[in-house]
């Protein structure tokens, strides 16, 4: 069985503040990892995803995230968050030998002016 | 190109009748998925579908059934609506190779009462 859990449901922050999201999964096999963000009544927009290679991989908007296959997580993070980034972020998994894809519960993140 | 377009995009039933969702792709994808989005419980796989012909059960398949017409079509059948099916439905596709991200519609509102 595979699982991702995202341990906060809400993140606050400042703008120009640094933002991570974090996310932590579980899979029998390796892990594809992806991010994805959804803007309120706005279907999910793909932001980045891990397949093998480096374990920093950037994506859109100026987002990161990193690799950890020793502590089963993939942050995402941003060095200066913009007030544009409030929305709800997801982290998803697939395990390499499925087709499944299984999604975290969200984290809902708002970047004050 | 219009990538997942579901229909309706809004619907309200009454528990017991049946009604059938839409979901299209025109990306040539192999996989296709069907999710529910609930406040606080993320996405949360229904079924699934590899390929034309093949559909696996996700996490939430009870009241459900799927049906993978052709390789661009997978739509989503209450039988008997309930309030408890009262979600977001959202539809999305991607590539079978490994790694492929995938795309998701606009989401269908649906209400039972």
């Known amino acids: 069985a595979q699982s991702v859990a995202q341990p906060e449901d809400q993140v606050n922050v400042a703008e120009g503040n640094p933002l991570t999201v974090k996310c932590t999964y579980s899979?029998?096999?390796?892990?594809?990892l992806f991010w994805y963000v959804q803007y309120p009544n706005r279907g999910l927009q793909f932001l980045l995803k891990y397949i093998t290679g480096d374990n920093l991989v950037k994506g859109s908007y100026g987002f990161e995230a990193e690799f950890n296959k020793s502590q089963t997580s993939f942050h995402l993070k941003k060095p200066s968050a913009l007030v544009s980034d409030s929305a709800l972020y997801f982290c998803a998994v697939r395990d390499t030998n499925d087709y499944k894809l299984s999604f975290g519960a969200g984290t809902t993140v708002t970047v004050r002016a | 190109n219009a990538g997942v377009t579901q229909t309706p995009k809004f619907q309200v039933l009454k528990t017991g009748q049946s009604m059938t969702l839409q979901c299209a792709q025109d990306?040539?994808?192999?996989?296709m998925y069907w999710y529910r989005q609930d406040p606080g419980m993320g996405l949360r796989l229904i079924y699934y579908s590899a390929s034309e012909g093949t559909t696996d059960k996700g996490e939430v398949p009870n009241g459900y059934n799927v049906s993978r017409l052709n390789k661009r079509e997978f739509s989503l059948r209450l039988e008997s609506a309930a309030p408890s099916q009262t979600s977001v439905y959202f539809c999305?596709?991607?590539?079978?190779?490994?790694?492929?991200?995938?795309?998701f519609g606009q989401g269908t509102r649906l209400t039972v009462v």
């Open positions: 999305a596709s991607s590539e079978i190779r490994g790694g492929a991200e995938a795309f």
């Open positions: 990306m040539n994808h192999n996989s």
């Open positions: 899979v029998s096999g390796n892990p594809y």
